[in-house]
């Protein structure tokens, strides 16, 4: 995968791309190699992620030619804000311009103490599910490390700074299709050399990319998985979500009882598609085969092209069915409801490209 961020900029090394120990090892070193002490590597590598600042001039703990030598070395990019949409609700939507020209969302979305932050992981999506908008714009790269870890570092930039205390990997893009990159973007999510957010409050949230969640389940840490189902049938799911037709629901629970800690189902209810009581049993069988908790998520009602939200009273009668079969279950509200905050609404807006915007299943990104 050719990164065309990189290649705009191919003389200095982007330090925010390495892993954490690979970073402060190279910064110790190149501390070593100019006459300063190894230390000083220590004090740049926390100003990257852990009390992030906005460029190497801004450490001020350094003296002043050894942060000129480093801006000469080393690359610390930032994603440009291009919009910053606020809701009623407190839902925060960013939309990110990278160096390349193509924008990617970024949603923050308050709850009490919790402030959780949806993170895109893919410019575009190949996937095509049928009720996404990002879908409809298409595939167009996958996200580097510091890209993706890097939505959370500019909301820590903000003035005043936005503290995210939960991440999901529910913005644009499916994560596992990108895990060479999130593998990397989870440990400068998670290490507390980095940004230091528990595993258990990292959420990745896939189709049922098998090998991606192989390759997280090998893990140590306890980051946390969850699928979107969407249907309990194969038919029904291959027509919402093309890749049923490569990764069947038989195959993505069987990869789910195998994933050592929970994991919850995402099911957004589309009226008279899949919101009956039949489908509310079959899913149940599903969600009780690996223990799955079970979010359900209305329609964001942004645009529909052809979908309605589930009523009031079939979603009750839903979560009824899953409860009197012992399945936990949450039926979640939407929010941003007044900023489109659907994940590829706001850049379908702003660029115009492609169709009016519909609704998917990251407009809600609670887990359990
Ligand atoms: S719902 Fe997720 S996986 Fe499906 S097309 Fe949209 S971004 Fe891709």
Redesign the pocket.
Known sequence: MINLAYSLMPDRDNILDLRPSDAVARLRAFALDHGVDAYRGNQVARRLWTAPVASFGDIAELPTAFRAALDAAFEMPRLTLATRQQSADGTQKFLFRLADGEAIETVAIPDGKRLTVCISS?A??????A??????MGFVRNLSPWEIAGQVRELLLLDPPLRPTNVVF?????PL?NWRHVDVALTLLNDPAAMGIGARHITV???GILPGIEALAARPEQFRLAI?VHAPLDALRRQL?P?NTKYPLADVIAAARVFARRVTFEYVLLGAVNDTPDHAVRLAELARQCGAFVNLIPLHPGGSLGFTQSSPRATAAFARVLRARTVEVAVRKSRGLDISAA??QLRVERLGRRSPPRA???ADVHVA
């Open positions: 893919q575009g999506c190949a996937l095509q599910c009720f996404c908008a990002t879908g409809a529910m913005g644009m893009g499916e299709m949230s896939t189709v979107s979500m890749i994940c590829g998917d299943h990251h």
